[in-house]
């Protein structure tokens, strides 16, 4: 299956808000920032990051999950005249790993899953503004 | 279906549901969003979701936008957009009543019914076309406004036309449009202009304005002087669209984007010469109808003030910066705009010691004593790019009312004296031409 980085972005998006409704937050914690990664990437491409044949970014430093994707975000938004799009600050995501899909439940509080929603609540107006803009169908 | 049409083309779609977009606007805005593409978006308040009746009314509604609106809109299941702040969304990006008030009351239940505009300035500039191979194609270019550079154009269009040839103009001064009423009485304006290609283009629509958008100018006897002007006269939210034509497709800078108009009109029209008329000044716009085009000749319009040098030393520092310039030095001309009518020779003479300069210091090589390879030229040179051709001054030219009037009973005599140079510089563009087809 190709990567389709926006659709992408939406269904984790969606589900990670329902997940976050029932307070079930590890899930939503993951899930949030799965999004925001497709998002960005979503975007990464609409400023000239190039995919490969499967759809995934060409350039190895760009397959990387959101929290350390930020710093290639910002570098092609900076590379891209066409359309404004905003800097993110660096610090997005410092404490979200993939890895904390093993973790035992019990370490995601509200609080955690506050700070994620929140950083990837940036992302998902990103591209709503892409979107309404014309830049993304 | 027309970016033009939209407005109304939505009022239609809208009027029949009138009471339900009462209800759903009643504390938020309903956006008709029409973004950098020329596309449309509804961006419906979220209220309206919690509604299954007004839900409903919602789909119908994206039905008839996604059936009638193409291709200035998205397929149904993507015309919607909920949002629970619409006045958030709007960000600062123009916006007006959809109905204007004067309209009748009528329609008062459609009142908090707003057209979004996302539109944009910017492009890619900095690369360079190689010319082309048939047609030449001549840029008139200025620095600053008001040095003559229309009426020189529309001029030398009117010469080479008396000479038989057919001459194709484009008016790419979009901003402040002047060149086709010049060659053009107003009746005679096309339905549509550039403005209207470059948006229509974005929705793969171009087709659609192509054939309407070509003015016959009646001035010439001989020849065929077609006119392409920034706008045409279905003429409707000229600022909506000048704000759309710098978007890229597809890769594509705007700038290649024109290109491809030149290219295809200029298949249709088969003209002997394409003269196009560039906006003054050092911006993006300015820039790229000199480095994207296939210009094989750039008319560098100056008079001899401060001013206009500064300004052409801010174009070349760009320039030398950003683009090949060997690729582009050998196309550039000088031109000694409104030469006034004493002192010519004092004048002359300042003029080349700063065109001199400027050449000098942005496009010609570096020559040490002993060598003889090299693209440079002494300061009196008359082959030389810095070296003028010379417009003059003429007090018959000078604040004309109409410069349509004046080309209908040109003199051909007063023509050659005041632009004479600006031809003969020219001639051997069509010659070369002439002997390519034979
Ligand atoms: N050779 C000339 N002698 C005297 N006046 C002239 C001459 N050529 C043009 N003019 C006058 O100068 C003014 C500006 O001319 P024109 O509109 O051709 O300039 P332009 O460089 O195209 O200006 P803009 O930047 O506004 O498009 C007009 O009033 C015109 O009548
Ligand atoms: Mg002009």
Excluded at chain 1, 14 to 34: P, Q
Excluded at chain 2, 68 to 96: C, G, M, W
Excluded at chain 2, 261 to 277: F, G, H, M, N, V
Aim: hydrophobic content about 40%; overall charge negative.
């Amino acid at each position: 299956m190709n990567a389709d980085f926006k659709d992408a972005h939406e269904r984790h998006w969606e589900d990670a808000e329902h997940l976050h409704e029932k307070e079930l937050l590890a899930n939503a914690d993951y899930l949030y920032g799965l999004s925001a990664e497709c998002g960005l990437k979503a975007i990464m491409q609409k400023c000239g990051m190039k995919l490969d044949g499967k759809g995934s970014p060409e350039n190895k430093e760009d397959r990387k999950h959101i929290n350390e994707l930020i710093p290639r975000y910002n570098g092609y938004r900076d590379k891209f005249t066409t359309f404004d799009f905003e800097q993110l600050p660096p610090n997005l995501f410092k404490d979200w790993h993939v890895d904390h899909r093993y973790a035992n439940r019990s370490n995601f509080t509200a609080q955690t899953v506050q700070t994620t929603y929140g950083d990837a609540f940036k992302i998902y107006e990103l591209v709503r503004r892409a979107i309404i803009n014309g830049l993304m169908k | 279906m027309i970016f033009d049409e939209i407005r109304q083309v939505m009022i239609g779609i809208l009027r029949p549901y009138a009471d339900s977009v009462q209800k759903m606007t009643a504390s938020q805005k309903l956006l008709v969003n029409c973004d950098l593409m020329g596309r449309v978006r509804l961006i419906v308040p979220s209220r309206a979701k919690n509604d299954t009746e007004l839900e409903k009314i919602v789909e119908i509604i994206a039905q008839k936008i996604s059936e009638q609106l193409k291709p200035h809109t998205f397929d149904a299941d993507r015309v919607i957009l909920y949002e629970d702040d619409t006045d958030a969304v709007i960000n600062d990006a123009p916006t007006s009543k959809l109905l204007s008030d004067d309209l009748d009351t009528h329609y008062d239940a459609l009142k908090n019914v707003w057209l979004v505009d996302r539109l944009i300035v910017g492009g890619n500039w900095a690369k360079i076309t190689d010319e082309t191979s048939s047609s030449p194609r001549i840029v008139f270019f200025s620095i600053k406004g008001g040095v003559g550079r229309s009426s020189s154009l529309a001029a030398t269009a009117y010469h080479f036309a008396q000479l038989g040839k057919k001459v194709m103009v484009l008016d790419l001064d979009l901003e402040s449009p002047g060149l086709s009423s010049a060659l053009l009485p107003e009746e005679r304006r096309p339905e549509f202009g550039i403005t209207d290609w470059l948006v229509e283009d974005l929705v793969d629509n171009g087709n659609e304005v192509l054939d309407e958008m070509v003015g016959y100018s009646t001035l010439s006897r001989d020849g065929d002087i077609w006119v392409i002007p920034a706008y045409g006269r279905k003429n409707e939210r000229y600022v909506a669209k000048l704000g759309r034509v710098w978007m890229p497709k597809d890769e594509q800078a705007w700038s290649e984007r024109l290109r491809r108009l030149i290219d295809q009109l200029e298949d249709r029209l088969k003209p002997d010469l394409i003269l196009i008329d560039s906006r003054a000044g050092i911006d993006e716009v300015a820039s790229a109808c000199v480095t994207s085009l296939g210009a094989n000749l750039v008319l560098l319009f100056a008079s001899d003030s401060a001013q206009t040098w500064n300004g052409y030393k801010l174009l070349f520092s760009f320039w030398r910066d950003a683009i090949d310039v060997a690729k582009i030095r050998e196309k550039l001309q000088m031109v000694a705009a409104l030469v006034p009518v004493n002192n010519r020779d004092q004048y002359y003479s300042s003029f080349i010691d700063q065109s001199s300069a400027l050449f000098t210091e942005f496009f010609y090589d570096q020559m040490d004593a002993g060598e003889i390879d090299g693209w440079n030229f002494d300061l009196n040179s008359a082959d030389a790019p810095h070296y003028p051709a010379k417009i003059l001054w003429h007090q018959g030219w000078s604040s004309l009312s109409s410069l349509h009037e004046k080309l209908v009973d040109a003199d051909d005599s007063e023509l050659k004296l005041i632009f004479g140079q600006i031809f003969e510089f020219l001639s051997p563009y069509l010659d070369e031409k002439g002997q390519q087809h034979v």
